[in-house]
Every structure is written in structure tokens, then in C-alpha cells.
T-cell receptor, first 112, second 108 residues
Framework: DAGVIQSPRHEVTEMGQEVTLRCKPI?????LFWYRQTMMRGLELLIY????????DSGMPEDRFSAKMPNASFSTLKIQPSEPRDSAVYFC??????????FGPGTRLTVT | KQEVTQIPAALSVPEGENLVLNCSFT??????LQWFRQDPGKGLTSLLL?????REQTSGRLNASLDKSSGRSTLYIAASQPGDSATYLC???????FGAGTRLTVKP
């Protein structure tokens, strides 16, 4: 398996624009997680899904953030409208059950 | 709310030394604990996962222990190598609360 795939790897956008981050989990994994990493706050869990259903979205910072998982092989994290404070590295991870999580390479988002 | 602390924040050791990284957490009712390493500019790589019913896990030169009653986990690295240089993070529970990490440098 190619591992968890994230796209794009880098995204630079202007404040107010919509940003969509994409993730393809490892085939057969039933859990998918979205994280954000910043120098100030470290690594934070934003939301996770089990069998495509959101289980806990308490980490989503505000209504500008939304995540979907339309099928077992694809998830999106959307920020609309984006703000400079959203600049961070966003990671997607997947696991089979609540076991070892496998992380993607991340998307580095810069909002100017 | 679970809080996770990792000590030390940074550690520099000569090659060949054995070392221990610490992770402490405030809520002992955890499902599992996972140790990761992160290389600069990269994602996280899972090292060891300890289920709540387990006391330790071993993989090669790595050994992780878990003491839920005291809210502690340690990651032991034997015979450290320069390739072990990275940031090591622990994550606790279903909601994956991460510590801030320990930045390890192993000098040749």
C-alpha cells in the first residue's frame, strides 16, 4: 500500500479564500483522523471518523472548518473563509480499529 | 481534560548511550498510548502502541512502558545512533492528546 496520501503538499492562499485539503487513507482502515500542527499549539486532533461517520469533532476550531468523508477512501477538510491564523501543517492519519495510526506527509498551509 | 507532558523538551546525547524519554498524563482512564517519531518537515511514524491492559511493548532497540496508576509512560532507547535524532511524541487515549515532544539529538 502507498500509505496515507494527502494533497496538496503545499498550499498558499489569500485570506478569505476557500481551502480544501484531501486525504486518501490506507485501504482497509476504518478510522480516519485530521490533525493540525503549529509551533504554538503543537499537534491537535481536529476530528475523526469511524466507517465514514464523524465520531468526535470537538477539536474543530470553529464553523469555518468542516470535514467530510463521502466514502471509505476519501476525506476532505475545508476551511472557508481562511484566515492567516489557520496557517499550519495539516495531517491526516488512518488506522484499523483504535490501533497504530499511520500518518500522511501533511499539507503545509500558508494563508497570507 | 487530558493533559500530556513530555520531559525533557530536548535531549542531546553521544552515540551509543542508552536513554529514557518520559510522558506523563493526568487522566489514567486511557484506552491506549502511542509513541511516534517525527523527522523535520515530515509526518509522524508510529513506533509503539501500548494498550491499556499492557505494561510494555518492545520493538528492536525500543521499549515502551505504561503505568496507568501513576500516569506515566517511558520510551527507552538502547544504544542510541545518530539516525535516532528526531522529535519523539507520545499520544494518549482515543482522542489522541499529544505531548509537545522531546527533541532528541544523538551526536556521532
Amino acid at each position: 500500500d502507498a500509505g496515507v496520501i494527502q494533497s496538496p503538499r503545499h498550499e498558499v492562499t489569500e485570506m478569505g479564500q476557500e481551502v480544501t485539503l484531501r486525504c486518501k487513507p490506507i485501504s482497509g482502515h476504518d478510522y480516519l483522523f485530521w490533525y493540525r500542527q503549529t509551533m504554538m499549539r503543537g499537534l491537535e486532533l481536529l476530528i475523526y471518523f469511524n466507517n465514514n461517520v464523524p465520531i468526535d469533532d470537538s477539536g474543530m476550531p470553529e464553523d469555518r472548518f468542516s470535514a467530510k468523508m463521502p466514502n471509505a477512501s476519501f476525506s476532505t477538510l475545508k476551511i472557508q473563509p481562511s484566515e492567516p491564523r489557520d496557517s499550519a501543517v495539516y495531517f491526516c492519519a488512518s488506522s484499523w480499529g483504535l490501533r497504530e495510526q499511520y500518518f500522511g506527509p501533511g499539507t503545509r498551509l500558508t494563508v497570507t | 481534560k487530558q493533559e500530556v507532558t513530555q520531559i525533557p523538551a530536548a535531549l542531546s546525547v553521544p552515540e551509543g548511550e542508552n536513554l529514557v524519554l518520559n510522558c506523563s498524563f493526568t487522566d489514567s482512564a486511557i484506552y491506549n498510548l502511542q509513541w511516534f517519531r517525527q523527522d523535520p518537515g515530515k509526518g509522524l511514524t508510529s513506533l509503539l502502541l501500548i494498550q491499556s491492559s499492557q505494561r510494555e511493548q518492545t520493538s528492536g532497540r525500543l521499549n515502551a512502558s505504561l503505568d496507568k496508576s501513576s500516569g506515566r509512560s517511558t520510551l527507552y532507547i538502547a544504544a542510541s545512533q545518530p539516525g535516532d535524532s528526531a522529535t519523539y511524541l507520545c499520544a494518549v487515549g482515543n482522542d489522541m492528546r499529544f505531548g509537545a515532544g522531546t527533541r532528541l539529538t544523538v551526536k556521532p
